[in-house]
């Protein structure tokens, strides 16, 4: 792998355009600065690698790889971004892919489908691309109880549950809405299955209620020393019984069934 002179960023940089492919570099730095949060994420990733039996043999797509590392849990991936970044395979848009008829085995998406401005657009090209039992698997934001309450008055991002599908054209990462995964899997459920009938809906899952607000995020100080990690882990574990009204996050997985 090139040297990533991306790590040089000064670390009190603040860059307010989060369209400048220089904020995702900064957040690059910042998730491998922070031990607490990089546990986070590879545990992502593991969930990940968990939804793929026999992923080291499987055409697997992450979109909108931003600042992450899933290379270091996932050695095959390919990585992607809309972005020009120079820790990514390859540069193009959700919406049209390089990718051939039924060759991809999997496209994995962290905090990404609510960043895209045509979702529909989206899951049909992902259709177009996926085999025959060919997954999505995406970890987006949660509308939970405590979800909403953090996201609507400690986020910087809109979390709007009575928003249409898509978004207005702003920018790539300056514009969301992190209740559109909601929107369309819960809400309007019966419309996606009625608009995507070869895209089941296989597991939705909340999770995670306390481990990215005590990292600090990507903003933010890390509020506990990073050895207490396991030990915030398996509270969440005891308090797993009442994701629906805690978890910050959702796992989606969609399996192309025909």
């Given at each position: 792998?090139?040297?990533?002179?991306?790590?040089?960023?000064p670390?009190?940089?603040?860059?307010?355009?989060?369209?400048?492919?220089?904020?995702?570099?900064?957040?690059?730095?910042?998730?491998?600065?922070?031990?607490?949060?990089?546990?986070?994420?590879?545990?992502?990733?593991?969930?990940?690698?968990?939804?793929v039996?026999?992923?080291?043999?499987?055409?697997?797509?992450?979109?909108?790889?931003?600042?992450?590392?899933?290379?270091e849990?996932i050695?095959?991936?390919?990585?992607s971004?809309?972005?020009?970044?120079?820790?990514?395979?390859?540069?193009?848009?959700?919406?049209?892919?390089?990718?051939?008829?039924?060759?991809?085995?999997?496209?994995?998406?962290?905090?990404?489908?609510?960043?895209?401005?045509?979702?529909?657009?989206?899951?049909?090209?992902?259709?177009?691309?996926?085999?025959?039992?060919?997954?999505?698997?995406?970890?987006?934001?949660?509308?939970?109880?405590?979800?909403?309450?953090?996201?609507?008055?400690?986020?910087?991002?809109?979390?709007?549950?009575?928003?249409?599908?898509?978004?207005?054209?702003?920018?790539?990462?300056?514009?969301?809405?992190?209740?559109?995964?909601?929107?369309?899997?819960?809400?309007?459920?019966?419309?996606?299955?009625?608009?995507?009938?070869?895209?089941?809906?296989?597991d939705?899952?909340?999770?995670?209620?306390?481990?990215?607000?005590?990292?600090?995020?990507?903003?933010?100080?890390?509020?506990?020393?990073?050895?207490t990690?396991?030990?915030?882990?398996?509270?969440?574990?005891?308090?797993?019984?009442?994701?629906?009204?805690?978890?910050?996050?959702?796992?989606?997985?969609?399996?192309?069934?025909?």
């Amino acid at each position: 792998m090139k040297t990533v002179e991306w790590l040089k960023l000064p670390e009190t940089r603040y860059i307010k355009d989060l369209d400048d492919p220089a904020a995702t570099l900064l957040h690059a730095k910042i998730v491998q600065k922070k031990p607490f949060l990089k546990k986070l994420y590879i545990d992502f990733y593991k969930q990940f690698r968990r939804a793929v039996p026999d992923f080291e043999k499987k055409v697997l797509v992450e979109l909108g790889s931003g600042g992450g590392f899933i290379k270091e849990v996932i050695g095959n991936v390919i990585t992607s971004d809309i972005l020009e970044l120079p820790n990514v395979d390859k540069v193009f848009s959700a919406v049209s892919m390089p990718f051939e008829e039924t060759s991809v085995d999997a496209f994995f998406m962290f905090d990404v489908l609510h960043h895209i401005a045509d979702p529909k657009a989206f899951l049909k090209e992902a259709l177009r691309c996926l085999k025959v039992s060919g997954k999505i698997v995406m970890i987006e934001p949660a509308n939970t109880l405590w979800a909403r309450f953090i996201y609507k008055n400690f986020h910087h991002e809109r979390f709007d549950t009575q928003a249409k599908w898509g978004l207005e054209e702003t920018g790539p990462l300056s514009q969301g809405n992190g209740a559109i995964p909601w929107i369309i899997f819960s809400r309007d459920r019966k419309i996606f299955e009625n608009e995507f009938p070869s895209l089941r809906i296989v597991d939705m899952r909340n999770h995670t209620p306390l481990r990215y607000l005590l990292s600090g995020g990507l903003t933010l100080r890390q509020l506990v020393p990073s050895f207490t990690y396991p030990l915030i882990k398996a509270v969440e574990y005891g308090l797993s019984p009442i994701n629906d009204w805690l978890g910050m996050f959702q796992t989606i997985e969609l399996q192309r069934v025909a």
